[in-house]
């Protein structure tokens, strides 16, 4: 949360109940119907649907996928690969999520000229998220955090991920749950289930239609509008074979004295994210693209973010900003207008 009013939008937990719906009756009379599964996971819930004569899938196998992950990619498990890399002062063999997700962070990383970095825990943690403070960091403390912070540190040397410094954190969180959802897919599609939809923390892929022959409707909440804590949608979106995912400033964020900061941190300044910039929501081809890139807008504000995206084509961008006079308004491109119901 930025230090302007807590307003937010996003694709939350409760889209659980709410994907797949359509405008129309469902048509059970091709012997297809929908199947769901839901369960926990990352801290987060998750929600697969699919359509089918048959059930195909079970809530274990889904568990097994997912736990495969967190075995690499879990902060909050000690044994966990990412956990033994941050502990060590040269590095670890890789497995096949680690590699893919550190590969794919290095690459956006890159193009986006360190707005989205993987080595940015030191300073999270010296913001307070992750560790408890009560005062802002001094200039001298940013400074050196910065000094560990650059994923240029971070190498791949034969079956290893190495560090070029001993002392390089990473933090896959800005990904993981995006990769964690393009995993689940590949998983599903080898069960030749043509039409489904993936969604884990709010991160959504989908492949084929509803049960209706008609996109995926996924919807978007306004933070103006609200009932029973519950956000009110607004806007909605019908994609078939595309991911779409959100970053804001909503659900994590730290309160020092009287004002509030982003669990957001820029890289390159070292500071909490405090640009006007909501949330930011992202169509791309796989939802590990997308994940990263929501996190990286975030960072760009509105205009780097469009000038950016402009090398992209095959990229939707949705942007949620508080204006000067306090007001909210959005903005998107034309490929993620094109998605709009």
């Known amino acids: ?74 902060l909050y498990n000690p044994q966990s690969l990412i956990s033994s890399f941050n502990k060590s002062a040269i590095g670890i063999k890789y497995d096949e999520h ?20 993987i080595t940015c825990k ?18 001298e403390k940013i400074t050196n955090a910065l000094y560990l912070v650059g994923s240029n540190k971070l190498i791949f040397r034969n079956d290893s991920l190495i560090k070029l410094l001993p002392t390089v954190l990473i933090d896959c969180d800005g990904i993981a749950q995006g990769y964690s959802v393009d995993v ?74 009287d004002h509030y900061f982003s669990h957001i941190i820029d890289p390159v300044k070292g500071h909490p994210v405090d640009n006007g910039v909501i949330s930011v929501s992202v169509i791309a081809k796989n939802a590990i693209t997308a994940d990263a890139l929501d996190n990286a807008f975030m960072v760009m504000g509105i205009e780097k973010s469009f000038a950016f995206q402009s090398d992209m084509p095959d990229i939707g961008v949705f942007i949620l900003y508080q204006k000067k006079d306090g007001t909210i308004a959005d903005t998107s491109n034309a490929l993620f207008k094109s998605y709009l119901k």
């Not at 699919?50 to 097994?64: A, M, N, P, R």
């Not at 680690?98 to 970095?117: E, P, R, W």
Request: glycine share 8%.
């Open 98 to 117: 680690l590699f893919n997700v550190v590969s794919q962070a290095i690459k956006i990383y890159t193009i986006s000229q360190g707005a989205f970095d």
């Open 184 to 257: 689940l897919f590949e998983f599903v599609q080898q069960k030749k289930l043509s039409n489904c939809i993936i969604e884990l923390g709010g991160e959504i892929r989908t492949a084929g239609f509803n049960l209706n022959q008609l996109p995926w409707i996924i919807g978007i909440e306004n933070p103006n509008l609200s009932y029973d804590n519950e956000f009110m949608l607004t806007k909605k979106v019908a994609i078939s074979g595309k991911a779409i995912t959100t970053s804001g400033s909503y659900r994590k964020f730290k309160k020092i004295g």
């Open 122 to 139: 030191p300073l999270s943690l010296l913001w307070g998220f992750g560790k408890e403070t009560n005062s802002l960091p001094s200039k």
């Open 1 to 74: 949360m930025n230090c302007f009013s807590l307003l937010f939008i996003c694709l939350t937990q409760f889209l659980s109940s709410l994907i797949g719906k359509t405008d129309c009756p469902p048509q059970e009379s091709t012997g297809q119907k929908i199947f769901v599964l839901e369960g926990n996971a990352q801290g987060t819930t998750y929600t697969v649907k699919y359509i089918s004569s048959d059930s195909i899938l079970t809530k274990y196998e889904i568990d097994s996928v997912l736990h495969s992950i967190d075995q690499s990619l879990s």
